[in-house]
């Protein structure tokens, strides 16, 4: 049974700064999202990886895919206000049904 | 190209009616599902679909009824509404990875209130 660890689960942190969030699952996959939710909305797609090494920037935010060690990650560079939202990944299930299973999420908080 | 209409956005029920989340695709996707966000959980599939006249259950289905009886519609219902069905709930739609398009779309999400 596929499991997606994401930590953390809380994250409050100060603008200009670094930060990564982490996304550990627990078998073998071929793709793994990456959305934004703000509060009271939808998921917001950030970032699609597809394949081993595969690294997307968009803004200050980068993901990264490393399928072997089965781990994700999303680094937030100099970070600011308005990244303040919950982070999650999802990682597909083999077998092509598509389904989606979740991380618990991250909640940034990014204080002036 | 509306991507997933999900309707309605609010619904307070009273414990024991029944009532349809409707889901509606204009991607021509195969692969629909649904899924509730309850807080410090993440999102939970309760029922998936592979294409039309195609569901399973997900992790977490008891009390939900799903039917695809069209590629562009996947309803859900709930049979006898309980407090414990208070969610949020998300209906998505992706293509598939041997199509173009990998991405997962979401709907809006329905906030559901049992009382």
């Known amino acids: 049974e596929l499991k997606v660890e994401q930590n953390p689960l809380f994250l409050s942190m100060q603008e200009g700064k670094n930060y990564t969030i982490y996304c550990n699952y627990s078998?073998?996959?071929?793709?793994l999202y990456w959305y934004r939710q703000d509060p009271g909305k939808s998921l917001e797609s950030l970032f699609v990886?597809?394949?081993?090494?595969a690294v997307k920037q968009e803004g200050r935010l980068m993901a990264s895919l490393d399928t072997k060690a089965r781990l994700s990650t999303l680094h937030i560079t100099a970070a600011v206000h308005d990244l303040s939202a919950t982070y999650f990944c999802?990682?597909?299930?083999?077998?092509?049904?598509?389904?989606?299973?979740f991380g618990k999420g991250t909640k940034l908080t990014v204080n002036p | 190209n509306a991507g997933v209409t999900q309707t309605p956005k609010f619904q307070v029920l009273k414990t024991g009616q029944s009532m349809t989340l409707q889901c509606a695709q204009d991607?021509?996707?195969?692969?629909m599902s649904w899924y509730r966000q309850d807080p410090g959980m993440g999102l939970r599939l309760i029922h998936y679909?592979?294409?039309?006249?195609?569901?399973d259950q997900g992790e977490v289905p008891n009390g939900y009824n799903v039917s695809r009886s069209t590629t562009e519609d996947f309803p859900l219902r709930l049979l006898s509404a309980a407090p414990s069905q208070t969610s949020v709930y998300f209906c998505?739609?992706?293509?598939?990875?041997?199509?173009?398009?990998?991405?997962?779309?979401f709907g809006q999400g329905t906030r559901l209130t049992v009382v």
């Open positions: 078998t073998t996959s071929d793709r």
């Open positions: 999802a990682v597909v299930t083999q077998g092509g049904s598509e389904k989606l299973v």
């Open positions: 998505a739609s992706i293509g598939g990875r041997i199509r173009s398009g990998t991405e997962a779309f």
């Open positions: 679909s592979v294409g039309a006249g195609i569901t």
């Open positions: 991607m021509n996707h195969e692969y």
């Open positions: 990886l597809l394949s081993n090494g």
